[in-house]
């Protein structure tokens, strides 16, 4: 089973642009999709052969999250059940018969760090959520969880350490995940500094690959001799995050 997790900074700006033959260059079984910024009735579905589960937000233009599965999932749950949090439209979890894949846009803490307190407060509400999902079945999830984890995972460490996105709290809220069993499966393969799934706009930081791994696709333990390969793919434009993959062997 392949599996792609892409923020796309829009969706209707990126069908624009290379959407439709990304998606049929990749033919991933489920594509989950990350600040989104429209709602359902703003595109036309010309994702043929996929279902599309949607969680937009309350805000208009405003983050949402999209799951596009080959097969229909056996259940569908948006947002992670507390009111706070789910107004942003930033979780969708799609059931499917051996694990629950959620897909997940994080807040981001901000550049002067305003929204940290509550990203703190997000990140054990959204662990806790998983162990929920986890006590029933395996879990993978994916997306743009703003933060770099390690110095390998951001080209210049030492200049970012108090910025947003790099903050000792929002490391810990990562480290969080994977003291409680979860893997992240990238690092699996490649354990090397260097691959980034985030760069800036400015000053050419994409050509010059000054970026940052901030998307990743993270799974329960238990499903770690499943892991066949997990990539990213920093060729394929369109967005400031470029989509990162996992591919799983038959269960």
Known sequence: MKLVSWNVNGLRAVLRKNFLSFLEAEAPDILALQETKCTATDVEPVWSGYEAVWNSAEKKGYSGTVILTKKPPLSVKL???????????????GEFDSFF??????????????RLPYRQVWDRDFLAYLQSLERVKPVIFCGDLNVAH???????PKDNVRNHGFT??????????????FVDTFREFEPNGGHYTWW???????ERNIGWRIDYFLTTAGLRPRLKRAWILPEVTGSDHCPVGLELHPS
């Open 150 to 156: 390690q110095e390998r995972d951001l080209a210049r």
């Open 79 to 93: 947002g992670m059940g507390i009111a706070e949090h789910d107004r942003e439209g930033r979780i969708v979890t």
């Open 168 to 181: 000792v709290e929002e490391r810990a809220g990562f480290e969080a995940f994977v003291k409680a069993g």
């Open 101 to 114: 894949l959620v897909n997940v846009y994080v807040p981001n803490s901000k550049r002067e760090l305003e």
């Open 200 to 206: 800036s706009q400015m000053n050419r930081a994409r």
